[in-house]
């Protein structure tokens, strides 16, 4: 069973649209942590932000916030006010405390997102 | 801005070929990461150092060779690689290889295997 289910396999938008970016998770463990991570078309995975299974502050950084909500299983990334350079893959990634190997990333499918001018 | 450098950009490689990719992290973390990326697919987990001493093989070909010369440095020698290995070989590095860390990503470095 899939452990990191991002249903959206591609998005497209116009720039200045909003655009949510879902994330489920699945684990046994009751301590994780959860990861988005960016990956424009040159490769390099950019880390956007880490949360732990006791924190569901929700988290703003600029145009970007993210919904956590252990009720739902759910890690959600919104982009506010898009722009074309926000054009890119993106994975949510889970490490789990017990359910997985040291150092091992679950990371979803990922979702493509276009922004188009 | 990340700290973690990949050389080569792009590597082509005959099946008969030896090659080495190369990483290096200037952050002084411990932990260092091998990971494999197909086209269109999230990254998969290869092998892991955590203090210079191999922690984790992912059921890796023999062919894929690592090596840790120091915390800052990793080394993946390639030798007979097949076509289907053609990918982005992402290295990456975190404080101690422990599971709540961030891992931060090199550029990676683009095989094409002919």
């Known amino acids: 069973a899939q452990k990191v289910t991002q249903a959206q396999t591609e998005i497209s938008v116009v720039e200045k649209e909003d655009v949510t970016l879902d994330c489920v998770y699945e684990?046994?463990?009751?301590?994780?942590?959860l990861f988005w991570y960016k990956q424009p078309p040159s490769g390099e995975l950019v880390f956007l932000i880490r949360?732990?299974?006791?924190?569901?502050q929700n988290e703003i950084s600029g145009r970007y916030s993210w919904n956590f909500q252990k009720s739902t299983s759910s890690f959600n990334f919104t982009i506010t006010a898009s722009q074309v350079v926000d054009s890119a893959v993106y994975f949510c990634?889970?490490?789990?405390?017990?359910?997985?190997?040291?150092?091992?990333?679950?990371f979803g499918k990922g979702t493509k997102l276009s922004v188009k001018p | 801005d990340t700290e973690v450098t990949q050389t080569p950009k792009h590597l082509v490689m005959g099946m008969t070929n030896k090659k080495s990719l190369k990483c290096e992290q200037h952050?002084?973390?411990?932990?260092m990461y091998w990971y494999k990326q197909k086209a269109k697919k999230p990254p998969e987990l290869m092998f892991v150092?955590?203090?210079?001493?191999?922690?984790i093989n992912e059921s890796v070909p023999s062919r894929f060779s690592p090596e840790c010369p120091n915390s800052s440095l990793l080394n993946l020698h390639l030798h007979a690689l097949q076509p289907e290995d053609s990918a982005l070989y992402l290295c990456?590095?975190?404080?101690?290889?422990?599971?709540?860390?961030?891992?931060?990503f090199g550029p990676g470095t683009r095989l094409l295997v002919l």
């Open positions: 952050m002084g973390h411990r932990a």
């Open positions: 990634a889970l490490s789990e405390a017990y359910g997985g190997s040291q150092g091992n990333l679950i």
């Open positions: 150092y955590s203090y210079e001493k191999l922690s």
């Open positions: 949360r732990n299974s006791f924190d569901e």
């Open positions: 990456a590095s975190s404080q101690d290889g422990q599971f709540q860390e961030t891992q931060y």
């Open positions: 684990t046994r463990d009751t301590t994780y942590y």
